[in-house]
């Protein structure tokens, strides 16, 4: 069965900064997905990145990139610039396929200090 | 906004209780994806319809069911209702193919007195 797994249950980061979250994750599979939701005190959750795992050049969004490391398993997530925005509970989430179910890491909880 | 609407917000009820939650998926999303978000456990995958049929099953407990109605919108039962299924219930919409993603509603959050 697929894992994932979030070993940073929190993490803090300054205005301006840069942090690194950290996401491993279990599976057989060749061809799949991964995410980052980030999940703010509204509780909605907002798709912040998407990776193909056939894709070997990691994703970017704004301020936001991956590392992925596909023979690793690794799947962190850089956030560049901090924002007090920014703070919020992030999830790693993996889907096997187009037609699969996300699985979800246990989330870390980031805060930004002024 | 996502396009995925979910009904009620909030819920207060009573143990033994029954209550349904409501989501409506994105515009010509076939997938329907229940999920339970309690607040030690995280995620939790619950069920998965695709068109009608019912196409994976998670941690669903026998008191909860669920389905996808001929328009696509799904309920989601929750019968003798206990303390512990206290939770905000999200419901995630796809269509397949896309970018893999799932949208999420804003989730109705239960609690049970």
């Known amino acids: 069965a697929q894992t994932v797994t979030q070993s940073q249950p929190e993490m803090s980061v300054q205005e301006a900064e840069t942090v690194t979250l950290s996401c491993t994750y279990d599976?057989?599979?060749?061809?799949?997905?991964l995410f980052w939701y980030k999940q703010p005190p509204s509780r909605q959750m907002i798709l912040v990145i998407r990776q193909e795992a056939y894709k070997q050049q990691n994703a970017t969004e704004n301020r936001f990139s991956v590392n992925f490391q596909k023979a690793a398993k690794s799947f962190s997530l850089k956030i560049s610039d901090s924002q007090l925005g920014d703070a919020a509970m992030y999830f790693c989430?993996?889907?096997?396929?187009?037609?699969?179910?996300?699985?979800f890491g246990q989330g870390t909880t980031l805060q930004v200090k002024p | 906004d996502s396009g995925v609407t979910q009904t009620p917000k909030h819920l207060i009820t009573a143990t033994g209780q029954r209550v349904t939650l409501r989501c409506s998926p994105r515009?010509?999303?076939?997938?329907v994806y229940w999920y339970q978000q309690s607040l030690d456990q995280g995620l939790q995958f619950l069920i998965q319809y695709y068109n009608g049929e019912e196409r994976a099953k998670g941690n669903i407990l026998e008191r909860f069911s669920a389905q996808q109605f001929p328009d696509l919108h799904s309920e989601l039962n929750l019968s003798s209702l206990e303390l512990g299924d206290s939770a905000l219930y999200f419901c995630?919409?796809?269509?397949?193919?896309?970018?893999?993603?799932?949208?999420f509603g804003e989730g109705s959050r239960l609690t049970v007195l």
């Open positions: 995630a919409s796809t269509t397949a193919p896309g970018t893999g993603e799932l949208f």
């Open positions: 599976t057989s599979e060749s061809d799949y997905y």
């Open positions: 989430a993996y889907r096997r396929s187009n037609t699969g179910k996300l699985i």
């Open positions: 515009s010509g999303d076939l997938s």
